[in-house]
């Protein structure tokens, strides 16, 4: 008869089942009012949402704990995303939150991401491009509200770290409707100026109050500007975008003018400290020098000089033997081919040049007579000129003409009394 009843376990498991098994409790999107929370060691958040009627217990693992950009308290609006299941242990329902926002800027949080993002994969936020600050800057620029802590803390931080450095104050809005243009206006105005450094901030506040400073055309200003930018926005656990743009981030307006400006006192430390070591350095090296000094006067070559000359005596006199030497080898070289070429064969019978040379001669001779034009007058044959110039045609001539005719013994002068072209056939 018992067999039909279950264990408390059983039952539980069955309904923790039921419940991840629904695909409506996977995603669950609640609001409600934080009780109960308790930060545990691990990093994991504990407490319950209630609203009028109804409580819900809750968990929030590290992992998603640490993404979330406000301290969560007892008395919080939030709205909070995750999913809904049973926690065996005690058989109650809970939920298990991936996300959590303060109920009211929930959509404030949603645009900060989105402009984020953007900004970011435009490269507004590289490192590589931000400028250095100046470490002694002669001129700060401050732009915020005119009146209140902030603007109070930033002049009398820098008037007593360095009280050599002017400040220049542009008066701008840093809350409401109007407070983005005023700040963007003002980067700009501040950017005429010779300014080497700009603190652009606010005091502390809700992110209603500090969301000008998240506005897009801030952060283009701020991006544009020539001049070196120090954000100091809020406390130290606030982060706006002008915060990811500027050249440096200051937790505070104080932080930030700490920042901009070194301590006259701790300039003064070090240049004392630089004095002191350029005088032992100074000291070191002169000792060190006078050391030199003595090791050269005490040296064995001061001493004795004119070992000096002996050494280079002796080693003139190994550069003249190894002259001698080479002088020597380079003669007796030369003598040795001379007497090869007195041994040779065509030295020791002369008489073969001369009987090549000779018939060399005698071939060209014969070739000479072959060509010589008198050897052709031998046989037989003449040459006439006119005007000095060989006569090789009928049409170079007319009728009357004198003429020159050369013969192997003599010339004969002639006048052309016809003419008469060669007929063949």
Same mark, same amino acid.
Request: no cysteine.
């Given at each position: 008869?018992?067999?039909?009843?279950?264990?408390?376990?059983?039952?539980?498991?069955? $309904?923790? *089942?039921?419940?991840?098994? &629904? +695909?409506?409790?996977?995603?669950?999107?609640? !609001?409600?009012?934080?009780?109960?929370?308790?930060?545990?060691?691990?990093?994991?958040?504990?407490?319950?949402?209630?609203?009028?009627?109804?409580?819900?217990?809750a968990i929030m693992f590290r992992g998603s704990a640490s993404k979330i950009l406000f301290k969560p308290a007892d008395g919080m609006k939030v709205l909070v995303t995750g999913r809904i299941s049973v926690y065996e242990a005690t058989g109650n329902y809970q939920i298990y939150v991936d996300e959590m926002l303060e109920d009211g800027i929930g959509n404030l949080y949603i645009a900060f991401e989105e402009l984020?993002?953007? $900004?970011? *994969?435009?490269?507004?936020? &590289? +490192?590589?491009?931000?400028?250095?600050?100046? !470490?002694?800057p002669k001129r700060v620029g401050i732009i915020t509200a005119p009146t209140g802590a902030a603007v109070r803390d930033i002049i009398t931080t820098i008037k007593r770290r360095f009280p050599s450095?002017?400040?220049?104050?542009?008066?701008?809005?840093?809350?409401?409707?109007?407070?983005?243009?005023s700040i963007a206006n003002n980067i700009r105005k501040a950017n005429e100026y010779d300014i080497d450094v700009l603190i652009v901030g606010r005091g502390g506040g809700s992110i209603e109050d500090l969301w000008a400073f998240n506005e897009e055309v801030v952060a283009r200003a701020i991006y544009e500007s020539s001049i070196p930018i120090i954000s100091a926005v809020g406390h130290e656990v606030d982060f706006t975008i002008a915060d990811f743009v500027a050249d440096l981030r200051a937790p505070t307006p104080t932080a930030a003018a700490e920042l901009a400006v070194p301590n006259v006192m701790d300039l003064k430390s070090h240049i004392n400290n630089l004095v002191i070591r350029l005088n032992e350095n100074i000291i070191k090296k002169v000792n060190y020098q006078k050391l030199y000094l003595d090791s050269i006067k005490n040296s064995f070559v001061i001493k004795?000089?004119?070992?000096?000359?002996?050494?280079?005596?002796?080693?003139?006199?190994?550069?003249?033997?190894?002259?001698?030497d080479l002088l020597i080898k380079n003669l007796d070289d030369k003598k040795e081919r001379l007497n090869l070429l007195k041994k040779s064969y065509i030295l020791m019978n002369p008489e073969l040049i001369y009987k090549d040379k000779r018939n060399v001669i005698k071939n060209v001779i014969e070739k000479l007579e072959l060509l010589n034009p008198l050897n052709v007058l031998a046989r037989g044959y003449s040459i006439t000129y006119l005007n000095d110039k060989s006569l090789k045609s009928i049409n170079y001539v007319k009728k009357d003409d004198t003429v020159l005719i050369k013969v192997t013994d003599g010339n004969i002068k002639a006048k052309v009394l016809e003419i008469k072209e060669e007929t063949h056939g």
């Open positions: 008869m018992s067999d039909k009843y279950l264990t408390i376990s059983a039952i539980t498991r069955y $309904l923790k *089942s039921r419940f991840d098994s &629904d +695909e409506n409790l996977q995603t669950v999107f609640l !609001k409600g009012e934080i009780s109960n929370f308790k930060s545990h060691t691990s990093g994991h958040f504990y407490f319950s949402l209630k609203d009028e009627n109804s409580k819900i217990n984020k993002k953007k $900004l970011s *994969s435009e490269g507004l936020f &590289d +490192e590589a491009k931000k400028k250095k600050i100046p !470490k002694i450095t002017e400040t220049i104050l542009f008066p701008t809005l840093v809350q409401g409707e109007n407070a983005k243009e004795n000089p004119m070992i000096m000359f002996d050494n280079k005596k002796q080693k003139l006199d190994l550069i003249n033997s190894k002259i001698n």
